[in-house]
């Protein structure tokens, strides 16, 4: 069974400029997940999906980030404009009602 | 919002060595867990405690979660190579969403 996959793994980008990070979760998972690492800090919760409805959103930084999940498979969270705090490593993770969480390999996003 | 203040930041340890780190809260959790994330990789649960002084092992690997449902802490015994990385603590809230603690990192010397 295919885990949680993220693309791309690294991504460098000037200020100003867009990205969309992809995630694809296990299959028949309904949850998933946004997180992210900015350098040194803990990881931080962004968003929650379950299916293609936002269940909470509440950890989004600011309205320059967009987080889709269209048909409750695959998301798709877009930056833009970034900015350089922007940078860090973004995570994915899905799992099936209250079960346990797994990640993907996450997408390291440098913006310059 | 709640915060897991998660220590050592770092350790720097030799081959065979035991390390413990452990993990604070200001406000009670449910559930503990504790994940290991490769270089390059994204976080892997390693053990998960759901009972209040619950003791739980997983190989080498030793966690208990506290009295109090505020505090845990990790062991690992006999260190080798491939226990380098960085390890969080962390605790689910309301919709399985997880609070982590700031990480650490893990390193062995052969």
């Known amino acids: 069974e295919a885990g949680v996959t993220q693309f791309p793994s690294h991504s460098v980008i000037e200020k100003g400029q867009t990205v969309t990070l992809r995630c694809d979760p296990i299959s028949g998972h309904d949850n998933l997940y946004w997180y992210r690492r900015v350098m040194g800090k803990e990881i931080k919760f962004l968003l929650h999906?379950?299916?293609?409805?936002?269940?909470?959103e509440s950890g989004m930084p600011n309205n320059r980030f967009l987080a889709e999940r269209t048909g409750g498979t695959y998301s798709t969270l877009k930056v833009q404009p970034a900015e350089l705090e922007d940078s860090g490593v973004y995570f994915c993770?899905?799992?099936?009602?209250?079960?346990?969480?797994?990640f993907g390999q996450g997408t390291r996003l440098t913006v310059v | 919002g709640q915060q897991l203040n998660q220590s050592p930041q770092s350790m720097f340890i030799q081959e065979g060595e035991d390390v413990s780190m452990n993990c604070t809260s200001s406000s009670i959790f449910n559930t503990w867990l504790w994940y290991k994330q490769d270089p390059g990789e994204g976080p892997v649960l390693l053990i998960a405690l759901y009972k209040a002084g619950e003791l739980t092992s997983n190989g080498r690997l030793t966690a208990q979660f506290g009295i109090t449902r505020k505090d845990s802490f990790l062991n690992i015994s006999a260190s080798i190579p491939s226990d380098v990385g960085i390890y969080f603590c962390?605790?689910?809230?309301?919709?399985?969403?997880?609070?982590f603690g700031g990480g650490t990192r893990l390193m062995v010397k052969p």
């Open positions: 962390a605790g689910p809230n309301a919709g399985n969403m997880l609070t």
């Open positions: 999906f379950v299916k293609e409805s936002k269940q909470d």
């Open positions: 993770a899905s799992s099936q009602a209250t079960g346990e969480a797994f």
